[in-house]
């Protein structure tokens, strides 16, 4: 994958040499769920993608904690994922990809802050704010992904982002143990958290008391204004580029005629320009063409390189 014209080496993408049995070894002995050979266009909401070598749901943190001490001493990688922003190539991804749908607690703590594993989505943690009359995550109405994932990516809209809210987040480093990270340790960048090496397993927000009333309008009124202008009823990712300085990927496409091109059953999406969708049977190799025709159409016109915001990992 390349970041600002480097490649970056993820676990996703890594030249990974371990056997069958390697891999039997670390995913031997958890409580969790483990499927081999698991299609991965089932787990990302682009419904794109390969299989997966395992794909492993730890059934709790001590399962997390097993599973890296178990994979880092068999050297086979490990990706995670939470599916909503990523693109697995059509040959899948070799070693372990962990989901952590299982991790699904909320806590109440003192002082309006909400503890949260790291699997619960962002619309299941902001509809138990507004159960609870705390104000504060309505910018994120109809973000998909998981609080973890958002964390990671420094999720965020235009009303706000993941760095506003976070207290500190709780990770599985890479010796497979429990840390615990203040947001202030945290670099946080556009769509970017610059986090120490490990798995995000749970979050703390820092919420506000709000009326209960007047936080579900807001949100409501966030996801109706999504409804108008995101094509929620394809598979998509979400936006696929960045915004450059000072302006939109999606204004930048649209300007350049590509709304409605196709490459196979991938689409730039009519309704917004910077979506790309799945129209039924896009293979990963489509949307990449397509990236590529648009990224090199907005370069000629306009000289503005439009860097990813989309994850692609997995091999081609
Ligand atoms: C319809 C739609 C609308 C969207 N709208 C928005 C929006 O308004 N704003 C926005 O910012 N995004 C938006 N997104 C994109 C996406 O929901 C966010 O980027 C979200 O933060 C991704 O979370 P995820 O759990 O799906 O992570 P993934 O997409 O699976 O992963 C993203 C990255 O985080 C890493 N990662 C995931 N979980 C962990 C973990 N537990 N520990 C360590 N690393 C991890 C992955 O390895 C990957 O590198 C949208 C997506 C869709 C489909």
């Not at 395992?54 to 995670?80: H, N, S, T, Y």
Request: charged share 25%; glycine share 12%.
């Amino acid at each position: 994958m390349k970041r600002g014209g480097q490649r970056v080496r993820t676990a996703a993408n890594v030249h990974a040499q371990f056997t069958q049995a390697d891999l039997r070894a670390a995913v031997a002995g958890l409580r969790g769920t483990v499927s081999f050979q698991a299609p991965l266009r089932d787990y990302t909401s682009f419904k794109i993608g390969g299989p997966a070598d395992v794909l492993v749901e730890p059934a709790d943190i001590e399962d997390v904690c097993l599973l890296v001490q178990q994979a880092r001493a068999r050297k086979v990688p490990f990706f995670v994922l939470g599916g909503t922003n990523l693109l697995v190539r059509d040959g899948g991804i070799r070693g372990i990809v962990i989901s952590l749908a299982r991790l699904r607690g909320i806590e109440e703590e003192p002082e309006f802050t909400l503890y949260a594993e790291g699997g619960v989505g962002m619309p299941t943690l902001i509809g138990h704010a507004i159960r609870h009359s705390l104000a504060g995550l309505e910018w994120a109405a109809g973000i998909p992904g998981t609080v973890a994932g958002c964390v990671v990516m420094n999720a965020g809209t235009k009303l706000g982002e993941m760095k506003d809210s976070i207290k500190a987040v709780r990770m599985v480093n890479m010796k497979g143990q429990v840390v615990d990270v203040p947001a202030a340790r945290v670099g946080f960048e556009y769509r970017r958290a610059l986090l120490p090496r490990g798995i995000v397993v749970g979050v703390w927000v820092q919420l506000q008391q709000g009326v209960r009333s007047e936080i579900g309008r807001m949100v409501k009124d966030y996801l109706h204004s999504r409804r108008d202008t995101q094509p929620l009823a394809l598979p998509s990712a979400g936006c696929v580029f960045k915004n450059p300085p000072g302006d939109s990927a999606g204004r930048l496409i649209e300007a350049a005629g590509f709304k409605g091109v196709r490459v196979g059953d991938a689409e730039v999406s009519l309704k917004h320009g910077n979506f790309i969708v799945n129209r039924g049977g896009a293979r990963a190799a489509d949307v990449i063409a397509l990236i590529g025709k648009v990224r090199s159409a907005i370069r000629r016109r306009t000289g503005v390189r439009l860097d990813l915001e989309l994850k692609i990992v997995g091999k081609p």
